[in-house]
């Protein structure tokens, strides 16, 4: 560890400075051979030029194509200067034992609250910040866009993205290697044992830039603009995206061990929208010539809706090892693929979404249960599709030329169709393989009705 300057503070914890210094753990930028200044060491890019293009050409009447590259990059988090300076011999946690008999009335005051000094210990855990590197995306996009008669367009495009240099701080999974786990792992041993650092426990090696995904998608849309009483939009989506976001070996030092499909993200989207004003009442296709009070009564109804139909969360299928006394050093990870086993049942229900017999628990070249990390894929699997119908009904009631009272009643999943999460996928439990909880991503909503009445003039 580096403290940056040319002597100790006295900010710093005395026992945990002391103990890192009698096992050769801490040392100064001074003697170090680098900047006492910590933005010497963390780094200001000053290159970071993000380019952008675009272009649009109309190829024939009411046809253009569209397209567009740009370099954009990220924002860093602002626990980017807190995990460095948040850190030992600074921060960190003392053991007092105050001594009997203890009189608070004449032993206790706000800024030493207990006698002694304190003790260090419990292998307290310290942060390792990498120098800065930017993350940043390539993002690209061509589209043809036709527009036809009556309102109606249609565009077919495809976009891509290169994320590169990502360091993914506060996603899914392990996204911070510890550098205090060895590798190769002694099941033999439990991991502090074995550990580089054995008067440390975990040293997260925050935002290093380990991570990169690419995006390919295809995107066809239809809309309509509102005539005759008629408007739709249709908008489909089909996206893969593939790429690393967490480590499976927590060392890090197979960064490409967890290359898969991006969690959180349905590779088929669709979302449908409509309003459609009933052919009903005066000058309409029904009914044309009523009465006043009928047309009051059978004129200015309207339907409309969204619906939004996703394909299944990709997910993982894990195993939690049991260690014990013979094998403390036990890992947890993905599962091993049994080969030439399917990965589905004939008929995916909520009791069996995916075969278990597919997995197994991954061994060591002794047959040791938990001995090695899992050869199966990153999220190879896709939990349950989803779908949500919201409609709404409206019927407006003119008064004269200056009043308007609508009468409405809106129904989200109207249908009452359960959406539900991927399915439990750790095959040390009883319940692998089963639909138990409904969905999170994206949020599930029970059926809800809702009334209004408005009034315009």
């Known amino acids: 560890m580096v403290v940056f300057g040319s002597a ?50 109309q190829l024939m009447s009411n046809t253009v194509i569209r397209g567009a590259f740009g370099l954009y990059f990220n924002l860093l988090p602002a626990s ?119 008067l440390l426990g975990t040293i997260p090696y925050n935002l290093a830039p380990l991570f990169h995904s690419t995006m390919n998608s295809l995107q066809v849309g239809a809309h309509k603009q509102y005539t005759n009483g008629i408007a739709f939009s249709a908008e489909y989506q089909w996206t893969r995206v593939l790429g690393t976001e967490n480590v499976e070996d927590p060392s890090g030092k197979y960064p490409q061990d967890s290359y898969g499909p991006i969690g959180g993200i349905t590779p088929d989207v669709l979302q449908l929208s409509y309003s459609y004003a009933l052919p009903f009442g005066k ?16 004129g200015g109804w309207e339907i409309s809706g969204v619906v939004d139909a996703q394909s299944g969360q990709p997910f993982s299928v894990s195993y939690t090892a049991t260690p014990s006394s013979q094998y403390p050093g036990l890992v947890s990870g993905r599962a091993n693929r049994v080969a030439g086993v399917s990965l589905y049942p004939g008929n995916k229900t ?17 047959g040791i249960a938990g001995g090695a990390y899992g050869t199966s894929g990153y999220d190879m699997l896709t939990g349950p599709r989803f779908q949500d119908w919201d409609m709404n009904l409206k019927k407006n009631i003119p008064w004269g030329d200056h009043y308007n009272v609508q009468l409405r009643a809106d129904s989200f999943n109207i249908f009452n169709h359960p959406n ?21 991503t994206p949020s599930y909503q029970a059926r809800t009705m809702e009334f209004a009445v408005k009034s315009n003039f």
Request: hydrophobic content about 35%; charged content about 10%; aromatic content about 12%.
């Open 80 to 198: 980017y200067m807190g995990e460095m300076f948040g850190n030992l011999p600074y921060t960190a946690s003392l053991t007092y034992t105050n001594t009997t008999p203890y009189n608070a009335a004449t032993t206790f005051t706000m800024n030493a609250p207990f006698t002694g000094s304190g003790s260090a210990g419990g292998r307290p855990g310290a942060n390792a910040e990498h120098a800065l590197v930017t993350p940043y995306t390539e993002e690209y996009n061509l589209a043809l866009e036709h527009q036809f008669g009556r309102g109606l367009d249609v565009r077919v495009g495809y976009v891509g993205q290169h994320n590169l240099k990502q360091n993914n701080y506060g996603g899914n999974g392990n996204y911070a290697p510890n550098l205090n786990f060895a590798d190769p792992f002694d099941i033999t041993k439990t991991a502090a044992a074995q550990a580089p650092y054995p």
């Open 8 to 57: 100790d503070t006295s900010s710093a914890s005395p026992q945990y400075l002391t103990l890192l210094q009698n096992n050769n753990l801490v040392t100064l930028s001074s003697s170090a051979g680098i900047s006492n200044n910590p933005f010497a060491y963390l780094g200001r890019p000053d290159k970071n030029i993000a380019p952008r293009f675009g272009f649009a050409y």
């Open 420 to 440: 539900f999460n991927p399915p439990n996928s750790n095959i040390s439990n009883s319940n692998v393989g089963t639909v138990t909880a409904i969905s999170g």
């Open 350 to 366: 909520r009791a069996q979404w995916f075969n278990p017999a597919a997995f197994s628990a991954p061994t060591n070249a002794g």
């Open 283 to 298: 000058g309409k296709g029904l009914f044309a010539n009523p009465g006043e009070l009928a047309n009051k009564v059978i």
